[in-house]
């Protein structure tokens, strides 16, 4: 008899280590698949707030070409800077992404469309096409290379994300004044009969 209250109690014992502690490595089934869940919940969570941080840290931006307010989570969703994943084994993550070019072959704008002196951002196509000089056409990718937001303007002689203040060179995209410290990558157009086509 008290050899089975003993071996009663060791069960008991080991069963609310178990459930305490989680699964063992070797254990399978409906616990270890709640885990694995919990984890893809953690990541997804983890990815929704980063996609809101992003969003939140743009404030209102304004569109060279016509002088329209953009909200900061409109641009956030069209620049495809956000994404979520999840790890096997305990571990979880997150990544974003950002790109220059929309489709090839599609025209951007007239030539005359582009200001002398300046530039046009087109941000469906996540590009600044610029004009340093008469005749002069030059294209960037439109994505800032501080946080991954969509610059904002282009006045004064540079390119202008209004996320945290960056500015980029019209003639090569080199950063004029931080927080960037990468210039804006060079995007690949055509001019052909006064028009501006992607490359």
């Known amino acids: 008899m008290a050899r089975q209250a003993a071996s009663e109690r060791t069960e ?48 209102g931006k304004m569109d060279a070409g016509s002088g329209d307010s953009k909200s900061a989570a409109g641009e956030q969703s069209s620049s495809g800077a956000s994404g979520g994943g999840s790890g096997s084994g305990g571990g979880s ?9 929309g489709g090839s072959g599609s ?7 582009i200001p002398k002196g300046g530039g046009k951002i087109f941000k469906a196509e996540k590009v600044v096409v ?18 991954g937001c969509v610059v904002g303007e282009v006045s004064g002689g540079t390119i202008n994300c209004m996320c945290h203040g ?15 410290t990468k210039a804006l990558a060079p995007a690949k157009v055509d001019v052909k009969g006064g028009s501006v086509t992607l490359g």
């Open 166 to 180: 960056s500015k980029f060179d019209i003639n090569d995209g080199s950063v004029k004044k931080g927080p960037a």
């Open 93 to 101: 993550g997150s990544g974003g992404g950002s790109g220059s070019g």
């Open 12 to 59: 008991t014992e080991a069963v609310t280590a178990t459930e305490e502690t989680g699964p063992s490595e070797d254990e399978t089934g409906p616990a270890a698949e709640r885990g694995a869940g919990r984890r893809a919940v953690v990541a997804a969570v983890g990815a929704a707030g980063l996609t809101a941080a992003l969003a939140a840290c743009g404030g």
């Open 107 to 113: 025209t951007l704008a007239k030539t005359s469309e």
């Open 130 to 147: 610029t004009q340093p000089q008469d005749g002069e056409i030059k294209a960037f990718s439109a994505i800032c290379t501080h946080a």
